[in-house]
Structure formats: structure tokens, C-alpha cells
């Protein structure tokens, strides 16, 4: 059979500016899909009418999208049409001369047992499922592909019985039969219009978890979870969360559930964590599988946040979609900011944003400073799947969050029901988003066409401080300098609208009142400031003594903040500020100024020193754990050897990695007697439980350890091993296991051994015994992660094998970075060996090597050469060109 399209096409952009709406639409699919063992043939009946918006310009043709798939037919009307009558590419279908409406009905066969691309329909463990966002439904039959083109399916699956005894699609099941061949069928109606990203399908040999909910209008929905046989006992967690998810969104923001079935299939091979299709989510086994003995408090949380994000999107994403795929933001930041307030909600408020925030700067303040720098709303693409960006997604959310401090909750919800009340059912833009959000705010002092810079505006933008109290006059004058570094593309910035929510702290440390000249009187102790301007000066009265200002609290916005206050002034706040989230930032601050001291005093050939106060801060810290474990466990992390490199000007990973592992050496042996006592402490108190207070004092208690590991001595290799080996709950199993790797403990290989031959049948077990040896800071990590790519349990075809191991080892900044360009190389191989079989999972990789400019002349020569390697490769796909482009010109 001969299959249309294997080769991609030269790559090319596509536009914004270029938005042209579709000529023609469709309203009603009927999909037939028969899936037998060496072909599956699709048979689409589609009803298409032209588009009255562009009935200006004249007749236009029927031009469809469809990529690696065998055409059989095409039928107008009834009438078989002959290949003379349309034209064939390997990217569309063209079907000329066609009346104001028609039915055009296409058959075409696919391979899905031969799709490693996990787009379109595919196999996973024996059985199919779909994931069809931004552009997989083109590789299962030819259509609009686009999703501002809304239509109605009905859904006919047919397959052997016996072996794919669950036949799954969007909407309600209206009908199903048997064939005397041992074949069955299931017809599926949904009766919402939607894009075709949006379709899913799902045939297989699965067990499913029932349970319902009842909605606050009184619908009985049927939720059920669908997983291999065999897991039915690890979805407990992921059921619990999707209950609470859908009267989270009733109560939070009013959005009612709109069928009667919510399906989740789990499927081990995913390139994401999920996929919202209506009512038939698709998820990546690792958020749905859960239970205290295979995962840790981590997946557990990730579950409820990811349970929630696909559910959350029925409405922010389904109900209301994206009218192209540069508005990805508009369901995506939404949604994330979605899933970060319930989440909060659920857990401690504040724990959740330092959680965000350090993710935000982690992962999106890094691509913001490098070649893949792109606006919340990009402008344009080659590949969109390689848009799925921390900045779409995780600025994005902070987007969000911004409307909200800027209007108030009141004036935020206000906006989001208005953006309902005008869009249901469309396929729109963030500035229609904006749009409603000014509307129902017709009074707020928002200059919204300068908040609209945030999605137009790629960059992570700089505010300097200063402060100048004067006591003669008892005022304090605030003076904040915004600027914004040119990006690719964009050389010239403009000043953002930038919420600064800030209190000053009283030498007592309680927050002053805060009245700016002018005022009548004092409005609150923390206030939003609009910073406008390129440089703005606030100048608070009635202010009784010199105070600390407390700036961003809550991060309110996504800045790199520069305020020269003194290291005293930072513990003070870390010990007063009644923000909880600049407590911690403050030691993040303290932290980071120390770390890169010390990385300076190693590159001028002088011993690194700890200062005694970092040390007694931490001890301050520990003394006041018990108020809040979670929070504290986040206190005592330092921030990651990623991280403090995006405040160098040329990175240095070895001397990075050093520095903070002295600290860690030095706060464990100093602080000993402390931290084996909280340890002690966390551990006695309380029995095993999924609730915020006891996965504080877990992750307390492993920060504990990891400190005491750290000072080497042997009690705490005892500790350790005895986590490890009677730890209740892999939580605590993991952690001990991760400081036993990163170790020269004799004790290493057999307990790592250990581990795999208890785990072997667990695969997302094996993923975290991947990881775990991937971040090994050891220095044959390499040669071990190497090894590893062949053992039986990781496969090069699974994401999230190559997740763990792969992405896991690039992530580990002072072994990936190695001077002699090992890790490079490494990772350039596994890219090129990967795009054959994935190309978005290929991608995904190669970003590793965007930041490559930021390193010294020897890795920068070694990182431009792996590139320069995988640019030259013939038959690169378009998505890990894109990267690589982008990369070698930033
Ligand atoms: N919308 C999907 C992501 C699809 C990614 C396509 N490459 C999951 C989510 O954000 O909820
Ligand atoms: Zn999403």
C-alpha cells in the first residue's frame, strides 16, 4: 500500500498576519472507522457549505488537510468523483467545483500499528486511541483542520470484539451492535460542535472505575476512568480529584458540567500529560495511576492538578476554543491559571505559588533569555506542536493572574462570565478575551491597550527599586525602573503594564499602612502599583520609621525584580513578612547572592566560605519549621544550579554545582543536631496520608535529610538506608534513594538494583529509577545513562522512558554541561535517533541546547557543532528543524 506523504514537505512559516477565515465550514461529520489488524479504513461523510463570510470573493475550491494516509475515494453527492476531479498532495486534498453546499464523502486507509509519531490514531499496549491536537485528525482522514471549523460527529467504530471489547468517542453512546465475524460497532453522537483537535477515539481491552457526580442543576453525569486490566486499583486519587474539579468550577466560576458521560482513558504512551477531547480525555498513564506504594506525593498532586487542567478546559478551551493556533494561550494560560487556583485551593495557598513560580522561572524565564524567546500570542511558526511552550502555558497563566490582581476578584469574574455570555460556542482570540475583560470593567484604570503588550511582547522584563525613606518628612519615596531586553525578532520593547503589589514592613515587622501623597487616607497594608512608566517614583507618607519594602508579594507579576537591599534586610523579611510568598523569596534572594559570591571567590582562585549568617538564617528557619512544613521544606530548598545560571553572565556549571554543594555540606554539618531532630520529629508524627500536613512533613523531613547526606557522616548513611529500605510509601522510598545515588555509599548499586528488581513491573515506577540515576551529580553519570538507554526496561518509542532518562539527564546541569562536550554529543544522537520514530518527543529534546550561548567559548563550540550535526541530517522534521534553526541564528 502506498502511503501518501512520508516526506515532509521543505518546512515553511506560517503567519498571524496571514489569518484568513475558512472558505468553507462544516457542520456535520459521520465517521466510519474500521480497524483491522494490517489496515484501518476511514470513511468520512462530511456536509460542507461554503463560508458566507468570504462569499465576496467568488467560488473558491474545497481545499482539505491530510498528511500520511492512502486515499481510496472520494464521492460529491453521491457521485464518485474520478481522480481527474480533485488533486492530491502530500499535505491536502483539493476538491474543485463544488456547489454552495455539498456531502462529500472520503475514504482513505492508515497504520496506525505503524504510527510511532503519537499523532492521529495509534496503538499503545495493544490498543488504539487518538490525540489529534494541534493537527493529528489530518492523519486519520482529509478535513478543515483547523479550529475555528466547528462541527457536530457521529462516531462508527468497528473492531474484533474480542480483542477491543471498549469502543470509545466524544459525546453519548446512541447505538451498537454485533456481527455474526466476531466483529462488534459502537456510534457515538456528540451534540456539541467542536474543532476536529478536539475528536478522540478509543478501542482496546480495558477495565474501567465508575463512580458519578451529580451537577448543582441536578445532572447525573457517569464518570469513568478506563485503565489497563490490572491498574483498576491505582485510580482512586485521579476519580477523587475529577469530582473535585467539577464542583470546584461550579462554585469557583459558575461552569457546570454539559453531558452525561466524562471518560478518562490511561494509555502508557503519551507525548504529553493529557488531552482534553470532549468528554473523552486521553491521559498519560503518570496522571492517572496513583497509589501511596508506586508514587510520591509529587504525582499525586500532579494528578489532582492535571485531572483538573482537562476538565477545566470543557469550558475554557472546548465550549470556547481558539480561533487559530497563535491563540493558544486563550485555553491554555487560562486553563493553567485554572488548575494553579484550584490546586491552591485544595492545598496551602502559598506553598502552591512558590511551587509555580519556581517552575515559571525554572523552565520560561530561561526560554524567554534565549533564541526560542516567543510571545504569549506568537506571531508566527513553523511547527506549531513545538508551541506548547512554558511561556504559552505557564506566562500565559500569569497573564491571567494579572487581569485578576489588576480587577479584583469580583471585577475578574465579572470579565470571565461576560467572556462566556458573548463567545459560547466560538472560536475566538486573546483579544477577545481582552475585550470582555474591559467591558464588564468599563471603570477599573486598566490602560488595556498597554496590558495587551504582555501577549505581543516576548521577554522576561527587569525591574530595578529603590528606596529612599526620609524621616524629616516621614516618607518613603519608591522609584521602579522597568526595562525589557530585545528578543528575536522584537530589537524595541515599549514599558509594560506591570501590577506591583507591595507592603513596607515596620522595624517591628508588622506591615505599615500605606498612604501615597495626595491620598486622604492609608488604603491597606499591601497595595497594587501600576508601574506605567519606564521609570515611576511612589512616594508613601505618614511613614513612622525607616521600613523594608516588601515588593511583588504573591509574585505579582512575572519580573526579574533587582532591589539593593542588604543581607540583613533579607533575613529580616524572611523571619516578618506577612507575605508568605516573599518570606521565601527572600531566602531565595539571600541565597542566590551567596551562592554566586562563591562562585566568584572559586574563579578568582579563593576558597569558597559560607557566611556564618546564611547558616544561622537557615537555623532560624529550622527553629520555626513546625509553623508550616511544607512551606518551610520549600524554605531550605536552594534554588536549582538551572536557575542561579540564568543570573550568570557566562554560565558556570561546574563552579554552580560546587558552590552549592558546599552550602549544602556546610548547613549539614553545622546545623546537624537541628535537622536530625526535625527529621526525627517529622517522622514520629502522624500516621501515612495523602493530606497537605503529612506530605509537609514529608517533604520537611527529606529536606532534612538531604542536608545531613550531604555533611557525609555515617549516622546519616544509616538514616538514609533505613528510609530506604523501610520506608512506607515511595515518597520517602525515592528521596532516600535519590541521595543514595547521588552518593559514594557502598550501599549505592545494591539498593539501586534492588529497586528495579522490586519495580520491574511497574513501568512509572522504572521512569523514576531512571531518573534518578540520570541526576545523579556523580561523575560517571553519563557513562551510566548511556548504559541505561539498553536496558530492557526503557524503550527509545516511550515518552516518558525517554523523559525520565533523556530529558532527566539534561536537566542535570553540571553532567549535561560537561566540558568535553560528552553530554552534547550524547544528547544530539538520542535527538537524531528519536525524529525518525518522534519528531515532537525529538523536539522536545533538542531544546536542551538552546540556552548554548550563555556557556564559555569551549562547550559553546561543542554545542554548536552537535547542532550543526543534527542541522545537516537529510530528512529532518519540521519540528526539530524549527528548534535547531532558531538555536544556531539566536
Ligand atoms: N491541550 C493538550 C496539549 C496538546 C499538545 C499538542 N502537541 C493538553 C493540555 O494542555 O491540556
Ligand atoms: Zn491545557
Known amino acids: 500500500m502506498d502511503i501518501v506523504g512520508t516526506t515532509p514537505a521543505a518546512p515553511k512559516a506560517i503567519h498571524l498576519s496571514d489569518y484568513a477565515p475558512p472558505a468553507w465550514l462544516i457542520d456535520t461529520v459521520e465517521l466510519h472507522v474500521d480497524l483491522r489488524e494490517d489496515v484501518t479504513t476511514v470513511t468520512s461523510r462530511l456536509a460542507v457549505r461554503r463560508n458566507p463570510v468570504r462569499a465576496a470573493e467568488g467560488p473558491a475550491p474545497l481545499v482539505l488537510d491530510g498528511e500520511a494516509m492512502e486515499l481510496v475515494s472520494v464521492t460529491v453527492d453521491n457521485r464518485l468523483l474520478h481522480p481527474a476531479d480533485y488533486a492530491v498532495t502530500a499535505e491536502s486534498l483539493t476538491v474543485p467545483r463544488l456547489p454552495e453546499a455539498a456531502t462529500v464523502e472520503i475514504v482513505t486507509r492508515i497504520k496506525p500499528q505503524e504510527n510511532t509519531a503519537l499523532q492521529g490514531l495509534y496503538k499503545s499496549s495493544g490498543n488504539y486511541c487518538t490525540q489529534c491536537e494541534a493537527e493529528g485528525f489530518r492523519r486519520i482522514t482529509y478535513f478543515l483542520d483547523r479550529p475555528d471549523v466547528m462541527a457536530r460527529y457521529t462516531v462508527t467504530i468497528e473492531a474484533e470484539k474480542a480483542r477491543y471489547p471498549v469502543l470509545l468517542s466524544n459525546g453519548n453512546l446512541v447505538d451498537q451492535g454485533d456481527r455474526l465475524d466476531g466483529r462488534h460497532w459502537a456510534r457515538w453522537n456528540d451534540p456539541w460542535p467542536k474543532p476536529s483537535y478536539l475528536f478522540a477515539m478509543v478501542a482496546g481491552a480495558l477495565t474501567q472505575v465508575e463512580d458519578r457526580f451529580v451537577t448543582r442543576s441536578g445532572r447525573e453525569v457517569t464518570l469513568r476512568i478506563f485503565v489497563e486490566p490490572g491498574n483498576e486499583g491505582k485510580v482512586a486519587h485521579a476519580m477523587d480529584s475529577l469530582k473535585k474539579s467539577m464542583k470546584w468550577d461550579e462554585d469557583a466560576y459558575g461552569l457546570e458540567y454539559d453531558l452525561d458521560i466524562f471518560n478518562i482513558v490511561a494509555v502508557s504512551d503519551f507525548n504529553m500529560g493529557a488531552m482534553e477531547n470532549k468528554s473523552l480525555n486521553v491521559f498519560n498513564t503518570k496522571y492517572v495511576l496513583a497509589n501511596p506504594e508506586t508514587a510520591t506525593d509529587t504525582d499525586f498532586l500532579g494528578i489532582e492538578t492535571v485531572v483538573a487542567h482537562e476538565y477545566f478546559h470543557n469550558w475554557t478551551g472546548n465550549r470556547v476554543t481558539c480561533r487559530d493556533w497563535f491563540q493558544l494561550s486563550l485555553k491554555e494560560g487560562l486553563t493553567v491559571f485554572r488548575d494553579q487556583q484550584f490546586s491552591a485551593d485544595m492545598n496551602s495557598a502559598p506553598v502552591k505559588r512558590i511551587q509555580d513560580v519556581t517552575r515559571l522561572r525554572q523552565v520560561q524565564f530561561a526560554e524567554d533569555a534565549g533564541p526560542t524567546a516567543h510571545p504569549v500570542r506568537p506571531e508566527s511558526y513553523i511547527e506549531i506542536n513545538n508551541f506548547y511552550t512554558p511561556t504559552v502555558y505557564e506566562k500565559g497563566a500569569e497573564v491571567l493572574r494579572m487581569y485578576r490582581t489588576l480587577l479584583g476578584p469580583q471585577g475578574y469574574r465579572k470579565g470571565i462570565d461576560l467572556y462566556f455570555q458573548r463567545h459560547d460556542g466560538q472560536a475566538v482570540t486573546t483579544d477577545d478575551f481582552l475585550a470582555a475583560m474591559r467591558d464588564a470593567n468599563p471603570d477599573a484604570a486598566v490602560d488595556w491597550a498597554q496590558f495587551q503588550l504582555w501577549y505581543r511582547q516576548a521577554g522576561t522584563p527587569v525591574v530595578e ?328 526496561a526503557f524503550s527509545i518509542r516511550n515518552p516518558n522512558k525517554v523523559y525520565a532518562l533523556i530529558g532527566g539527564f539534561t536537566a542535570n546541569q553540571a553532567r549535561f554541561h560537561a566540558a568535553d562536550g560528552s553530554g552534547y554529543a550524547f544528547l544530539a544522537e538520542r535527538v537524531l535517533e528519536l525524529d525518525g520514530l518522534n519528531p515532537q518527543v525529538a523536539s522536545r529534546m533538542v531544546k536542551a541546547f538552546a540556552r548554548w550561548r550563555k556557556f564559555d567559548a569551549g562547550r559553546q563550540a561543542h554545542a554548536r557543532a552537535q547542532l550543526e550535526r543534527i542541522q545537516a541530517t537529510p530528512g529532518l522534521s519540521p519540528d526539530v528543524f524549527e528548534i535547531v534553526e532558531r538555536s544556531l541564528d539566536g
Open 465 to 792: 527599586a529603590d528606596g529612599a525613606y526620609d524621616a524629616a518628612s516621614r516618607s518613603y519615596r519608591l522609584t521602579l525602573r522597568q526595562s525589557l531586553a530585545p528578543t528575536p525578532g522584537q530589537p524595541e520593547k515599549a514599558p509594560l503594564l506591570i501590577p506591583v503589589a507591595l507592603g513596607l514592613v515596620g522595624p517591628d515587622g508588622a506591615d505599615l499602612p500605606l498612604r501615597l501623597e495626595g491620598e486622604a487616607a492609608a488604603a491597606g497594608s499591601t497595595r497594587v502599583l501600576h508601574l506605567t512608566e519606564a521609570s515611576q517614583s511612589f512616594t508613601f507618607v505618614d511613614v513612622p520609621a525607616a521600613p523594608v519594602p516588601s515588593l511583588f508579594r504573591g509574585f505579582s507579576a512575572p519580573v526579574r525584580l533587582r532591589f539593593p537591599c542588604s543581607d540583613a534586610e533579607l533575613t529580616f523579611l524572611m523571619a516578618k513578612d506577612s507575605d508568605a510568598f516573599n518570606r521565601w523569596e527572600a531566602g531565595q534572594t539571600l541565597a542566590t547572592r551567596i551562592i554566586l559570591g562563591m562562585v566568584a571567590e572559586r574563579t578568582a582562585g579563593r576558597a569558597m566560605t559560607v557566611p556564618p549568617a546564611f547558616v544561622e538564617a537557615v537555623g532560624a528557619t529550622l527553629a520555626r519549621a513546625h509553623e508550616d512544613r511544607s512551606f518551610a521544606a520549600l524554605a531550605l530548598m536552594l534554588p536549582s544550579e538551572g536557575y542561579l545560571g540564568q543570573s550568570m553572565e557566562v554560565v558556570d556549571p561546574d563552579g554552580l554545582h560546587e558552590a552549592r554543594e558546599t552550602i549544602r555540606r556546610t548547613v549539614g554539618s553545622s546545623l546537624g543536631a537541628a535537622l536530625r531532630r526535625l527529621y526525627g520529629e517529622c517522622r514520629e508524627d502522624g500516621p501515612f496520608a495523602i493530606t497537605p500536613e503529612a506530605m509537609g512533613r514529608r517533604a520537611l523531613k527529606n529536606a532534612c535529610l538531604g542536608y545531613l547526606m550531604a555533611a557525609g557522616d555515617a549516622e546519616a548513611a544509616a538514616l538514609c538506608l533505613e528510609q530506604y529500605r523501610g520506608g512506607s510509601g515511595m515518597t520517602d522510598v525515592l528521596a532516600a534513594l535519590s541521595l543514595i545515588a547521588d552518593s559514594d555509599l557502598p550501599e549505592r548499586e545494591a539498593c539501586l538494583e534492588a529497586f528495579a528488581t522490586r519495580w520491574q513491573g511497574e513501568p512509572l515506577v522504572m521512569d523514576k529509577w531512571f531518573t534518578v540515576q540520570a541526576l545523579s551529580g556523580r561523575p560517571d553519570t553519563l557513562e551510566r545513562v548511556r548504559r541505561l538507554t539498553g536496558h530492557p
